[in-house]
């Protein structure tokens, strides 16, 4: 499926639920991509995960924002890759350092630099004590088996709309 049908399908997923996140935010090795970076070379071409692109791309068109939450120590590789699949742009945030901590470092940067609560967002990782410490805070978070797919999204908006409950119909932005 190109990246085209994939933005399709999930703008239709999206459409499907009244309330929206206002930002999505991604893990970067194997849940954007299948491998970690800090085991690659720079000068290495990188590839997505098939439906990340379009997922990507139909967050951008419904008006929700981006943002990468990555524990990678070897930040200069990861934005290299970033730079060369042309998408390093659509983030409104990138914390890319390694930490002791679960990554909720990670997002009280991306709370103070997008003012966005926590309890407007979606995060989507491939590990289980990202997840655990993250959505402690109040994030919707996702744990990704083969990277992130539409299959994730749908289960992350799903699961995004019961607990912003019926009482917050609130417009995102
Ligand atoms: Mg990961």
Redesign the pocket.
């Known amino acids: 499926m190109g990246d085209e049908k994939v933005k399709m399908e999930a703008m239709e997923i999206m459409a499907m639920f009244e309330v929206l996140p206002r930002l999505v935010v991604f893990?970067?090795?194997?849940?954007l991509w299948p491998f970690y970076c800090e085991c690659r070379s720079k000068r290495e071409m990188p590839s997505l995960y098939p439906h990340a692109k379009g997922i990507l791309y139909a967050c951008k068109d419904k008006g929700i924002d981006v943002a990468i939450a990555?524990r990678s120590p070897t930040v200069d590789i990861a934005k290299t890759f970033l730079d060369k699949l042309d998408i390093r742009s659509m983030f409104v945030a990138l914390e890319i350092f390694s930490s002791w901590t679960h990554k909720t470092e990670h997002f009280q940067r991306i709370n103070w630099r997008t003012g966005v609560p926590y309890n407007s967002m979606i995060f989507f990782?491939?590990?289980d004590r990202n997840i655990e410490a993250v959505s402690k805070m109040g994030v919707t978070s996702i744990l990704v088996g083969n990277g992130v797919t539409l299959g994730a999204l749908r289960q992350g908006l799903m699961k995004f709309s019961q607990s912003s409950g019926s009482s917050s119909k609130s417009k995102k932005k």
Do not use: G, H, R, V
């Not at 893990?27 to 849940?31: A, F, P, R």
């Open positions: 893990d970067l090795d194997y849940t990555s990782d491939d590990e």
